[in-house]
């Protein structure tokens, strides 16, 4: 990773390197508002401290990038705005160099993440939205991953139930808009090779798969109104009319299309549309966040070495 995009190497030159105008204290220590402009293009704008970025400030990358927000001792530490070369965007907390707190990140494909960050990624109670299909998963996240109790919206069906390794796992339920509820199970299978992979290395890929139990009515609260009305003499003609259309309601539950029983509809990987940049994003320490799921770019584990983010 290139050091040239940290203005602490001009620091570091006893400030004879890049071009500075601005307020400087009696040790000749830039602090005060200024404006910098490093050898390789990039500029900052905003306040200096004893020399450091400390405060409000804009840093301008050379390539388009942009970061808008607080500083504590050249760190973007506090609220501020993060704008990647691909046009997607961090917006919330940072600390130390990092996404950490509450924030929301905007894909290039529209989908965006709002919730809790820890250490640039995704940790904590967050919700995903999908651009192109409106789903959206709520819940809990792990080092990035979709892990603990979540609900899978989808715009006629939600799945309610526990994800690890980002997939749903163990008892949950599917309730319909129709007014039921698919009680099950999902159990972990290993996907069938094909023969052209007999001769390769054993690579195993577990899949969950739904097993449904029972259907039965939406567990909905209602008020007890028999205090108020005291029962006759025999089963009235509303209990008898409450009983029929119970057993209505559990026909229609039984005419559910097949496709529930059998499979979940799975969301696509997060965020695999946007454009990541990996080389860029190597040589420059930038941290994009690239969704669950994405093959073939810089995982959160190598980006984890490169939290510079060009240390300005």
Not at 41 to 51: A, P
Not at 62 to 91: L, V
Not at 114 to 142: E, L, N, P
Not at 148 to 163: C, I, M, P, S, T
């Amino acid at each position: 990773m290139s050091d040239l995009g940290s203005e602490e190497l001009e620091e570091e030159g006893e400030n004879d390197i890049g071009e500075y105008e601005g307020d400087r204290n009696e040790a000749g220590e830039r602090h005060g508002h200024g404006k910098a402009r490093l050898p390789n293009g990039d500029t900052y704008e905003g306040s200096y401290e004893f020399g450091k970025r400390h405060g409000q400030g804009i840093y301008k990358f050379k390539n388009g990038a942009r970061y808008m927000g607080e500083y504590i001792k050249n760190k973007k530490h506090g609220q501020g705005t993060f704008i990647y070369p691909d046009g997607s965007r961090y917006e919330g907390e940072w600390a130390d160099d990092q996404r950490h707190g509450h924030g929301v990140y905007y894909y290039v494909n529209n989908d965006t993440y709002t919730g809790d960050w820890f250490a640039h990624q995704r940790h904590g109670q967050g919700t995903y939205f999908y651009a192109d299909t409106g789903s959206k998963y709520v819940g809990t996240w792990v080092n990035g991953q979709q892990e603990g109790a979540a609900e899978l919206v989808h715009l006629n069906h939600r799945y309610q139930g526990k994800f690890m390794n980002k997939n749903p796992v163990g008892p949950g339920k599917y309730v319909f808009d129709i007014g039921c509820e698919q009680h099950g199970e999902y159990r972990l299978t290993d996907t069938e090779r094909g023969e052209e992979e007999e001769e390769e290395e054993t690579l195993i890929t577990i899949v969950p798969k739904w097993k449904a139990t029972k259907i039965t009515d939406l567990a909905l609260w209602t008020p007890t109104l028999a205090e108020e009305q005291p029962p006759t003499e025999g089963p009235g003609q509303e209990e008898v009319v409450g009983i029929e259309g119970r057993g209505e309601s559990e026909e229609e539950a039984q005419d559910m299309p097949e496709g529930y029983e059998g499979e979940m509809e799975m969301l696509r990987p997060l965020g695999e549309d946007q454009d990541i940049y990996p080389e860029e994003a190597r040589e420059y320490g930038y941290d994009l966040d690239q969704g669950d799921g994405r093959e073939g770019n810089v995982s959160f584990e190598e980006e984890e070495g490169r939290q510079s983010d060009l240390q300005d």
